[in-house]
């Protein structure tokens, strides 16, 4: 019988606990810590620990070692190398939140659902600055800050988001791990949201048409302003309102008019044979 049948071990990042999601983010973080261990060690101790947690007892024996060897041999979903820029890197592909609650501070909601257009820029400014190697702490508490606010009791969600607070401190109360977390968490929504399809009112919809130019050899325009120019076009349209309310807007209902726009100008394409 295969390990993953016998006990339940996990096959991708939405099968993994909180507990897991931490200690395989803090045993990746060992790798930047000269402590001598190496990709495969870390693999083989998370390996173990699943195990131990999801019941399944190790003695020690050569059939164990062998089990967990194997075991962690197949976990580049997980965790894996890159040859080309030879780093160790966690492979976190997954919009469900996997730690929807930390204390009294709630995460984003799974598959990113309750982001406001405003926030999803915030959040994506903050992003690209830790990417780029810029104060990256700083950065970084600012993300998982932001993420994670307070729990409105009476909305039953995060409470709402606003571009003029500084989130900051809401991360000096989240462990090192859930700040990594965040972070991987909004790259793996930004990814999903420009190459894969979101289930909407029943709907499958692909928001990567309006990320993507038909044309390849199109250049960035000079002054290229970036998610404002979505913010100033939506808001001429007056649709939802001034340029504060396409802000204060779920994301996916920006993105949906987006999507209509360009369905509309594809057809009049069609029917002008432009």
Same mark, same amino acid.
């Given at each position: 019988?295969?390990?993953?049948?016998?006990?339940?071990?996990?096959?991708?990042?939405?099968?993994?606990?909180?507990?897991?999601?931490?200690?395989?983010?803090?045993?990746?973080?060992?790798?930047?810590?000269?402590?001598?261990?190496?990709?495969?060690?870390?693999?083989?101790?998370?390996?173990?620990?699943?195990?131990?947690?999801?019941?399944?007892?190790?003695?020690?024996?050569?059939?164990?070692?062998?089990?967990?060897?194997?075991?962690?041999?197949?976990?580049?979903?997980?965790?894996?190398?890159?040859?080309?820029?030879?780093?160790?890197?966690?492979?976190?592909?997954?919009?469900?939140?996997?730690?929807?609650?930390?204390?009294?501070?709630?995460?984003?909601?799974?598959?990113?659902?309750?982001?406001?257009?405003?926030?999803?820029?915030?959040?994506?400014?903050?992003?690209?600055?830790?990417?780029?190697?810029?104060?990256?702490?700083?950065?970084?508490?600012?993300?998982?800050?932001?993420?994670?606010?307070?729990?409105?009791?009476?909305?039953?969600?995060?409470?709402?988001?606003?571009?003029?607070?500084?989130?900051?401190?809401?991360?000096?109360?989240?462990?090192?791990?859930?700040?990594?977390?965040?972070?991987?968490?909004?790259?793996?929504?930004?990814?999903?949201?420009?190459?894969?399809?979101?289930? !909407?009112?029943? /709907?499958? +919809?692909? #928001? *990567? $048409?309006?990320?993507?130019?038909?044309?390849?050899?199109?250049?960035?325009? =000079? @002054?290229? !302003?970036?998610? /404002?120019? +979505?913010? #100033? *076009? $939506?808001?001429?349209?007056?649709?939802?309102?001034?340029?504060?309310?396409? =802000? @204060?807007?779920?994301?996916?209902?920006?993105?949906?008019?987006? $999507?209509?726009?360009?369905?509309?100008?594809?057809?009049?394409?069609?029917?002008?044979?432009?």
């Amino acid at each position: 019988m295969r390990l993953t049948e016998k006990s339940g071990f996990p096959v991708c990042w939405e099968m993994i606990t909180q507990r897991e999601l931490q200690a395989i983010i803090e045993l990746f973080g060992t790798l930047d810590k000269g402590k001598g261990f190496s990709l495969l060690d870390i693999k083989r101790s998370w390996v173990a620990l699943v195990l131990k947690w999801r019941g399944v007892t190790l003695k020690n024996t050569i059939d164990d070692m062998i089990l967990v060897d194997e075991v962690a041999k197949e976990l580049d979903w997980l965790i894996y190398y890159d040859n080309d820029k030879k780093t160790a890197n966690l492979n976190y592909d997954c919009i469900k939140c996997i730690v929807p609650r930390y204390n009294d501070l709630t995460g984003p909601a799974n598959f990113g659902y309750d982001l406001t257009f405003g926030e999803y820029r915030k959040l994506l400014v903050i992003f690209n600055e830790i990417s780029q190697g810029n104060n990256v702490a700083a950065y970084m508490d600012m993300l998982a800050g932001t993420l994670y606010r307070r729990y409105d009791a009476r909305l039953k969600r995060r409470v709402a988001f606003n571009p003029d607070y500084d989130y900051s401190h809401n991360a000096k109360r989240l462990p090192e791990w859930l700040k990594y977390y965040a972070y991987m968490w909004f790259g793996a929504f930004c990814q999903y949201l420009m190459t894969s399809p979101f289930i !909407i009112d029943g /709907n499958e +919809i692909n #928001f *990567s $048409v309006i990320f993507t130019s038909p044309d390849s050899n199109e250049s960035v325009p =000079d @002054n290229f !302003i970036g998610m /404002n120019s +979505i913010l #100033f *076009s $939506v808001a001429e349209s007056h649709v939802f309102g001034t340029a504060t309310d396409v =802000d @204060n807007t779920q994301l996916f209902r920006i993105l949906m008019k987006l $999507v209509d726009d360009k369905n509309k100008s594809d057809e009049l394409k069609k029917l002008y044979k432009l």
